[in-house]
C-alpha cells in the first residue's frame, strides 16, 4: 500500500522505503487495534516525505489516498481533513521517539 500511494505521489523510492521502515517501528511497539492502520500509514508517508526532503502538501495526500484506499481496499471512513493527519503526525514522531534516521543500503 505505501509503494502504490507513493507512486501516486510521485516519491522517490528512498522516500517510500523511508516510510516502510517508520510503519514497521510504529508497529513494533502498538497494536493494530489500538490505531487506523490506513491513517498511520498516509502520516507515515508524509513524515518521510519530510524526512527525506521531499515534502508533499497535506492536502494531495490525503486526497490521493482517500481515492487510493476506496478504489483498492473499499475504505469509506478515511479522513478528509488535515488535522487528523496531523495529529497522527505527532503522535507517530513521539512513538518514534523523534528518530527519524533510516540508513538503506543504496544511495
Given amino acids: 500500500?505505501?509503494?502504490k500511494l507513493g507512486k501516486r505521489l510521485n516519491l522517490r523510492q528512498r522516500a517510500i522505503a523511508t516510510a516502510t521502515v517508520f510503519f514497521?517501528?510504529?508497529?513494533l511497539k502498538n497494536s493494530y487495534c489500538d490505531t487506523e492502520p490506513f491513517l498511520?500509514?498516509?502520516?507515515?508517508v508524509y513524515?518521510?516525505?519530510?524526512?527525506?526532503?521531499?515534502?508533499i502538501h497535506?492536502?494531495?495526500l490525503i486526497s490521493d489516498a482517500r481515492t487510493?484506499?476506496?478504489?483498492?481496499y473499499g475504505v469509506?471512513?478515511?479522513?478528509?481533513d488535515t488535522s487528523r493527519?496531523?495529529?497522527?503526525?505527532?503522535?507517530?514522531?513521539?512513538?518514534?521517539?523523534?528518530?527519524?534516521?533510516?540508513?538503506?543500503p543504496y544511495r
Avoid: G
Fill in 58 to 60: 497535506a492536502k494531495t
Fill in 47 to 55: 513524515v518521510a516525505a519530510k524526512a527525506e526532503e521531499t515534502p
Fill in 85 to 104: 493527519l496531523a495529529e497522527m503526525e505527532f503522535y507517530l514522531v513521539d512513538d518514534l521517539e523523534c528518530d527519524l534516521t533510516v540508513f538503506h
Fill in 76 to 80: 469509506r471512513d478515511f479522513p478528509t
Fill in 1 to 3: 500500500m505505501i509503494v
Fill in 24 to 27: 514497521r517501528r510504529f508497529y
Fill in 68 to 72: 487510493l484506499f476506496s478504489q483498492e
Fill in 40 to 44: 498511520v500509514l498516509a502520516a507515515c
